[in-house]
């Protein structure tokens, strides 16, 4: 009884270890790689459409400031931190003529370069602002720049 159960356990566990071999060969094949970038470009216009809301009138300005600057909802250091970062928010916003922004569109993102980390790669986010073409480079921890 004991040796029947061992080796239905046994033979269990290899068909679940063939298995899962067998599904991430198959996931290369078909592109599991594009889950992670779909996610990437994803987790990238969503940064961005938060921003944006929290430079509209009435939006979450501190939450859209630590978004541009790291992508997070926190900028460590302190207010002296924030404030470096908000004082970069509002000339970079001043720059491309956001100020007063009212309504925008979020076209599309696409991924431009990867790392093989999640979370790394850089992600082109397009749109309109009042009507006017955008392009922004997002890549997580770092600041997001204007495209030409």
């Known amino acids: 009884m004991r040796m029947e ?3 239905t356990l046994t033979s269990k566990k290899v068909l679940i270890a063939v298995g899962a071999i067998v599904f991430l060969a198959v996931a290369e094949k078909c592109g599991l790689s594009y889950m992670f970038t779909s996610g990437e470009a994803n987790s990238a216009k969503e940064r961005v459409r ?3 809301d929290g430079m509209k009138t009435g939006g979450n300005r501190e939450q859209a400031i630590a978004l541009w ?3 997070t909802l926190h900028i460590p250091g302190g207010i002296e931190a924030f404030s470096m970062a ?3 928010f509002d000339a970079w916003e ?3 003529e956001l100020v ?4 925008y569109e979020i076209t599309g993102a696409k991924v431009t370069a990867e790392t093989g980390k999640l979370g790394e790669a ?3 986010v397009s749109g309109t602002i009042d009507g006017m073409a955008f392009k922004f480079k997002v890549v997580q ?3 997001i720049q204007w495209v030409d």
């Open 122 to 124: 850089t992600v082109i």
């Open 141 to 143: 921890g770092k600041p």
């Open 86 to 88: 908000a004082d970069e």
């Open 69 to 71: 600057k790291l992508g």
């Open 94 to 96: 001043a720059e491309h």
């Open 5 to 7: 159960l061992y080796a």
């Open 100 to 103: 007063g922004m009212e309504t």
């Open 50 to 52: 938060r921003i944006l």
